[in-house]
């Protein structure tokens, strides 16, 4: 099966809460996006709500739902009682835990396995019995034992961090060794039975790549290039251009 593009909506909303105004339209964006081909939705509600609001998380339900019931809804975030509290009253098809720092800009790392793995297990246990699959971010760093670890706490799938990937935008010559290590990293996740997903950085040019590393990629979330290339292309042409990025014949 094509890799799954899940269209994170944070960047759309943090250009709309520049002003006292409800344009950019979280939800119509949204729309959009799962008209042109997205699978899904993200959004990353962090405490001080300065991108994705608290309100925002009924509308999207709401609308996948009402208009969308075979798209998924993702939120990512870090796991305290208040983030708990608003994944279990938005119901969401999964959930992504992150070891964000609330004053990090974005995120930037993945989980420390082994010293999170009581803490890990508890939470993952908590969001399974709300009905939801369970992904945990991780670096793509090709540490097996850490992705054993990942799956004795519970997790569906993991997210590989693909930031440094993501980076090489100038310096493609060291895009080679980065992309065998998140492929390495799959592999390990793979043989166990974990699925696998990836974000961060990710862009029409460099997600081939890594599709054809990881040729069972289960899905892809992107934002921030995406939001991007959507001033320039307009938010339904992005949405094909980057399903099409992910093998997929839109």
């Known amino acids: 099966m094509p890799t799954t593009l899940s269209v994170n909506l944070n960047a759309i909303a943090m250009l709309r809460n520049r002003r006292d105004l409800p344009w950019p339209s979280v939800e119509g964006l949204g729309r ?3 008209q042109s081909g997205a699978s899904g939705l993200t959004v990353h509600p962090r405490p001080d709500q300065r991108h994705i609001r608290f309100s925002d998380l009924p509308v999207i339900r709401n609308l996948l739902d009402d208009e969308f019931p075979e798209a998924e809804f993702n939120i990512e975030g870090y796991p305290t009682e208040e983030f708990l509290e608003l994944c279990k009253d938005a119901a969401p098809e ?8 609330p004053s990090q800009a974005t995120s930037d790392h993945g989980w420390d396995f082994r010293k999170h793995q009581a803490v ?9 019995k709300m009905g939801a699959r369970v992904s945990l971010f991780a ?4 540490d097996a034992e850490a992705v054993k670890i990942a799956k004795a706490v519970g997790a569906d799938r993991i997210e590989l961090y693909t930031g440094p990937y993501g ?4 310096a493609p010559e060291r895009a080679g060794p980065i992309l065998e290590s998140l492929g390495k990293t799959a592999d390990a996740a793979l043989a166990i039975g974990l699925g696998v997903n990836a974000g961060h950085d990710l862009t029409v040019a460099n997600l081939p790549p890594l599709v054809t590393r990881i040729p069972n990629l289960a899905e892809v979330s992107i ?5 991007a290339d959507a001033l320039e292309y307009g938010m339904a042409e992005t949405v094909r251009r980057f ?4 093998g997929q014949k839109v």
């Open 94 to 101: 999964q959930v992504t835990l992150v070891p964000d720092d």
């Open 120 to 128: 890990l297990t508890d939470v993952v246990a908590r969001l399974k």
């Open 243 to 246: 399903c099409r990025a992910c």
């Open 139 to 142: 670096d793509g760093d090709g």
């Open 32 to 34: 959009i996006a799962l």
């Open 223 to 227: 934002g921030h290039g995406l939001t």
């Open 167 to 170: 980076g090489c935008y100038d």
